[in-house]
């Protein structure tokens, strides 16, 4: 089981990693257009400010609409790495002086409160996009339905419900066992 959940949390990552990697592009033109357009209107550069104008050149009409939306889908396409891995920052100031065990139960406590809470968001992502597909909700410069960001974001909270879930079992099953059944489960070092 550990093979598709990391299978999944792999590909994931990877799209993830794909759109956050496009946003930078985007971002990256966006923001060159808009200070060519600034030169351009300066004036001092005279024609070539005129033909800089003339070219069109300025911001990705809706970057930002553009950028919220991808974002969101990468920052849910990611949560099932970091999940597998144990890759949440933690404090363990106080947690270090106790015992192994006790840690463990600790582990598997906030592993199970931390499924729940992506089950909720999830649930939440999915009440969200079918109110704004009924509402026929869409951005304001680019006129694309907002349904379509909510709906990418909860096909990743999906993936991301179905690692949390294994998570869950394993840290439980790692309590009653004593066998490793996630990978670096001893939690992450610094």
């Known amino acids: 089981m550990l093979k598709y959940v990391s299978q999944l949390a792999r590909v994931m990552a990877v799209l ?5 990697s496009a946003l930078v592009v985007l971002t990256f033109i966006s923001v060159f257009g808009r200070a060519l357009n600034t030169l351009g209107h300066a004036g001092s550069l005279g024609a070539l400010g005129e033909w800089l104008i ?4 300025g911001p990705i009409t809706g970057d930002f609409e553009l950028l919220e939306a ?3 889908f990468a920052i849910f396409a990611f949560l099932p790495i970091t999940q597998l891995y144990g890759a949440h920052a933690t404090v363990d100031i106080f947690t270090s002086a106790l015992p192994r065990r006790a840690n463990k139960a600790l582990m598997a406590f906030w592993e199970v409160v931390l499924t729940a809470v992506i089950l909720l968001i999830a649930a939440r992502l999915y009440v969200g996009m079918l109110d704004k597909m009924q509402y026929n909700e869409t951005t304001f410069l680019l006129q694309f339905p907002i349904w379509w960001a909510y ?3 909860f096909v990743a909270s999906l993936a991301a419900c179905v690692v949390a879930l294994y998570c869950a079992l394993a840290r439980i099953a790692e309590l009653a066992t004593g066998r490793a059944y996630l990978p670096h489960s ?3 070092s610094h």
Do not use: K
């Open 54 to 57: 003339g070219t069109g050149v």
């Open 16 to 20: 993830g990693g794909l759109v956050l």
């Open 70 to 72: 991808g974002v969101a």
């Open 186 to 188: 001893e939690g992450a």
């Open 151 to 153: 709906a990418a974001s």
